[in-house]
């Protein structure tokens, strides 16, 4: 099995492969829970899908504009060329918030070398220099001394993008973090689910140490200490709400809806809370 999101990962099959161990876990998981079985669609490609559905209906608070969790650390996926166009056409606006052509010119290289790096290279950045001069992610950036965010997803929303759009431009993995999707090798079906505490032995990100998506760890005082503002008890909701046109943009109408129906057929979110409900993905910095 291969974790679907990260097929694109830089690191190539030693990140997106699933170890046999996992692999063992993830099939027991998805025998033992209920799951509906659906179609996705993903960047225009159709794929069978069952899903663990009753974990969208687990709470999540994505507050990242107070959140000092570095999970735009690393770069986790090669940029796709509508990514690498925005970038292109708004490079005053990327500088400004990420610095990366200032870096790049203070260390040597010249404009044309830096646009042919945006171009060509899997990071929009000369490989040796992903990660090191340009630290965590290319595309992130600070706009204080404690949270980061992500350039792109900036751009789109100073353009006045709407979430479909800002779905297009951003790296898949990115838009559906923390949702996991493990794929039979071959790509036939998708198994897709969020990390907690069933799942988190063969997810590929350790819900212990998110706050956004574990409410229990952002009451805990260990947080507090570290994230002393923001991640409020009142503003956890279900993931299906939070991330409601995340998931309509990413994996399809189709797949949304018999997530949000059957959630709600069981009791387990509520009409009402669709409507009062904040989008995420729209939010700006105040
Ligand atoms: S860990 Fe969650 S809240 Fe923090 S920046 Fe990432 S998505 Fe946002
Ligand atoms: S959300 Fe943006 S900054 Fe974060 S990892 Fe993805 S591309 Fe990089």
Redesign the pocket.
């Known amino acids: 099995m291969k974790y679907f999101l990260f097929l694109n990962h830089p690191k190539g099959q030693e990140v997106y492969k699933v170890s046999e161990e996992r692999e063992k876990m993830a099939r027991i998981h998805f025998k033992s829970v209920d799951t509906l079985e659906t179609e996705v669609t993903i960047r225009g490609n159709i794929y069978k899908a069952i899903i663990d559905y009753t974990a969208f209906s687990n709470l999540a608070n994505f507050d990242c504009f107070n959140c000092q969790d570095p999970?735009?650390a690393?770069?986790?996926?090669i940029y796709e060329d509508l990514t690498r166009e925005l970038i292109l056409d708004n490079l005053k606006e990327y500088d400004n918030l990420t610095h990366n052509l200032e870096i790049l010119l203070e260390i040597g290289k010249s404009p044309e070398e830096i646009i042919e790096s945006i171009k060509n290279d899997d990071v929009m950045v000369p490989d040796e220099n992903a990660e090191e001069e340009i630290s965590?992610?290319?595309?992130?950036?600070k706009p204080n001394n404690n949270s980061?965010?992500?350039?792109?997803?900036s751009i789109c929303l100073s353009k006045g993008m709407t979430a479909r759009e800002i779905v297009e431009y951003?790296?898949m993995?990115?838009n559906l973090?923390p949702i996991d999707i493990i794929a039979e090798d071959d790509l036939s079906v998708l198994y897709i689910t969020m990390p907690d505490d069933f799942t988190t032995g063969f997810t590929i990100e350790d819900y212990y140490g998110i706050g956004c998506i574990n409410k229990e760890l952002c009451e805990s005082a260990i947080f507090r200490r570290k994230n002393p503002e923001g991640f409020s008890e009142n503003d956890f909701k279900p993931v299906i709400v939070a991330y409601g046109d995340t998931i309509k943009y990413s994996l399809g109408e189709k797949c949304y809806e018999d997530i949000k129906n059957n959630l709600i057929a069981k009791n387990l979110v509520f009409n009402e809370e669709f409507d009062e409900r904040e989008q995420q993905i729209l939010k700006k910095i105040n």
């Open positions: 999970c735009c690393d770069n986790p996926s965590l992610c290319t595309c992130s950036f980061t965010l992500c350039a792109i997803h951003k790296p993995v990115c973090w």
